[in-house]
C-alpha cells in the first residue's frame, strides 16, 4: 500500500528524540490524522496511540505510523515538517493537494 505521508528528516529527528526522551510505551505509534472542516478547513494532528481496528499502518525509517482509515485520502501527499527558530517551534503540515484559502478583499 502506497505510504500517504512523507516526514521531513528534520520532523523525523524530532519524532525519535521524543519517542527515545518521553517515556512513549513501545507499543505505541505516531499517529496522524485530520480533525474539523468546514469554513476554517482542517486541522491536522500528530500524537502516540496504540493501534485500532481498521488502522492503516505503515513504517517510515524506523518509525511505526498509525493512520485511521477514514483520514487517508485527506493526508495523501502530506508532508510533515519541523520549524525550529526565534519565534516558534513545533510540526508544520504541508499539503500541496490542499488549495489555498482566499480571505474577502
Known amino acids: 500500500m502506497l505510504i500517504p505521508i512523507n516526514i521531513t528528516d528534520k520532523a523525523q529527528a524530532e519524532i525519535k528524540n521524543i519517542i527515545n526522551n518521553k517515556n512513549i510505551p513501545a507499543d505505541y505509534s505516531l499517529r496522524v490524522g485530520v480533525k474539523?472542516?468546514?469554513?476554517?478547513?482542517?486541522?491536522?494532528?500528530?500524537?502516540f496511540d496504540k493501534p485500532k481496528?481498521?488502522?492503516?499502518q505503515f513504517e517510515i525509517d524506523g518509525i511505526s505510523i498509525l493512520i485511521e482509515k477514514k483520514h487517508y485520502m485527506f493526508l495523501m501527499g502530506m508532508k510533515v515538517d519541523f520549524y525550529e527558530g526565534n519565534d516558534a517551534r513545533g510540526f508544520t503540515f504541508i499539503n500541496p493537494g490542499v488549495p489555498k484559502r482566499h480571505d474577502a478583499e
Open 36 to 47: 474539523g472542516g468546514g469554513c476554517g478547513g482542517m486541522s491536522y494532528m500528530l500524537g
Open 53 to 56: 481496528e481498521g488502522d492503516q
